[in-house]
């Protein structure tokens, strides 16, 4: 079965297609970009970009150009009947039951474009709830891949409420996470606040250098090696084997000459219990296993926490207004961009409303010196593009005063340019 002017078919799904007429105006190749000129800001530093109006017309138009990212991370409308998602003008409500099939035509289209604007190595992030989360994650399995499944990222996203939920109060929503190619993504990694870690309760004359220390058992029952699987004699004499016999399934952690380092470097403790004795491995907090000074590193936990009211304050800090529902709190998307370890990474934001991606994308700038650049693109419904996104990420640059009268230096180091999608005559 394919996928025809009526309905779209991907891996066993079978939906609606709802026709756009920006799809007309792409396959009529009507589109181009304009750059508004008046509205540069900033000369030195990274150039980041602005494109205000449909995402569909703006990924093509990106496509056309051959640009290719590292990080694209969505916001798209989560389609709860609250609305939040206007399609042809019209506002979805939770009695309409075509709601969720047009949702998924219209998000599916986006992302077969933002799957070719991926590099080899990129990511994608897409923020969801429990409204469209099940029907987004086989979206994504069908265009990026199941093997291409990073992780469903858990957002803690506010804190108190929900005392008038009718069964439970739901405190969260969700980050689906997908890698163009899994086998060549790489993350950064969490560093561990070993120091404060009360697991390290042991002391010896290394403690200096190596920090404290607790004991692993050296006996495993991990994937089965025979260098692995040999006789220990225990101070006494007593001969000791893993598990308590040469043989499947239990080894030592280390091999033989692993083992005899340990000992001359006091790695290694023997323990006489009444069920005889034991074997540990010292596990310390700044050394690594060959003594070598170390930063503890862990991958990221998929259970994160970013709340959504700070990014309510920080966006009526800058424009002293409400006029933006929901924005992200930027420190959740340094947390994104952080991901990734090179610091020149190109970010991609197609639903970018109040451009929370550009601001924390700049910040994170900042902090580790990056010179990552971000491209924005989003509609100027209710004016938004122009007096949000734009007016929140200028702002961003050039400095502001916060509601409580204080100053803000501005993130001088960048450029920001705005363009317009146009149709040709
Ligand atoms: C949920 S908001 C994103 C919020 C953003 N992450 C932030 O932190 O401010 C989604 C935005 O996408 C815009 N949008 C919806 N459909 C669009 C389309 N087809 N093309 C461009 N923008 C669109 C909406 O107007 C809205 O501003």
Not at 16 to 24: C, G, Y
Not at 54 to 75: P, T
Not at 298 to 320: C, M, Q, T, V, W
């Amino acid at each position: 079965m394919k996928s025809d002017n009526n309905f779209i078919y991907l891996n066993g799904l079978y939906w609606e297609n709802k026709v756009e007429e920006i799809e007309e105006q792409i396959i009529k190749n009507k589109l181009v970009l304009k750059e508004v000129t008046k509205r540069k800001v900033g000369t030195t530093g990274p150039t980041h970009r602005i494109i205000e109006g449909d995402n569909l017309g703006g990924l093509y138009l990106l496509e056309q150009a051959g640009e290719q990212f590292d990080l694209i991370y969505i916001d798209p409308p989560y389609n709860t009947g609250n609305k939040d998602f206007k399609y042809t003008d019209a506002y979805f409500n939770t009695e309409d039951e075509s709601r969720h099939s047009t949702w998924s035509s219209f998000i599916y289209k986006r992302l077969v474009k933002a799957k070719n604007l991926l590099n080899e190595n990129g990511v994608i992030f897409l923020a969801i709830d429990d409204a469209e989360q099940a029907r987004l994650k086989l979206i994504c399995d069908g265009i990026f891949g199941e093997q291409n499944f990073v992780a469903n990222f858990i957002r803690k996203n506010k804190a108190g409420s929900g005392h008038d939920s009718k069964q439970v109060a739901v405190e969260f929503d969700y980050m689906l996470c997908y890698a163009n190619n899994i086998e060549k993504l790489v993350f950064t990694q969490e560093e561990v606040d070993v120091e404060n870690d009360s697991k390290y309760k042991f002391e010896d004359n290394f403690v200096k250098k190596r920090g404290k220390y607790y004991l692993r058992d050296l006996d495993y029952k991990g994937s089965y090696s025979k260098t692995l699987d040999y006789v220990i004699t225990a101070p006494d004499g007593t001969k000791m084997m893993s598990g308590g016999k040469v043989g499947k399934p239990n080894t030592w952690r280390w091999g033989k000459e692993k083992f005899e380092w340990g000992i001359k470097n006091d790695f290694i403790v023997f323990k006489e219990t009444p069920k005889g004795w034991k074997v540990y491995i010292k596990q310390y907090q700044f050394v690594d296993n060959k003594d070598q000074v170390r930063v503890r590193k862990l991958p990221h936990r998929a259970l994160i926490d970013f709340n959504n009211s700070k990014g309510s304050n920080e966006l009526k800090d800058i424009l002293k207004q409400d006029i933006f529902s929901y924005p992200k709190p930027t420190d959740l998307l340094q947390f994104v961009v952080d991901l990734l370890p090179r610091k020149d990474i190109k970010v991609l934001d197609f639903f970018a409303g109040s451009g929370t991606t550009l601001h924390a994308t700049m910040l994170q700038n900042k902090l580790d010196e990056g010179i990552r650049t971000c491209t924005l693109i989003t509609n100027n419904e209710n004016k938004i593009c122009e007096e949000v996104t734009y007016a929140r990420n200028k702002a961003a640059i050039e400095g502001y005063e916060t509601r409580r009268n204080k100053k803000v230096l501005g993130l001088k180091n960048n450029q920001l340019k705005y363009y317009k999608i146009q149709v040709k005559k």
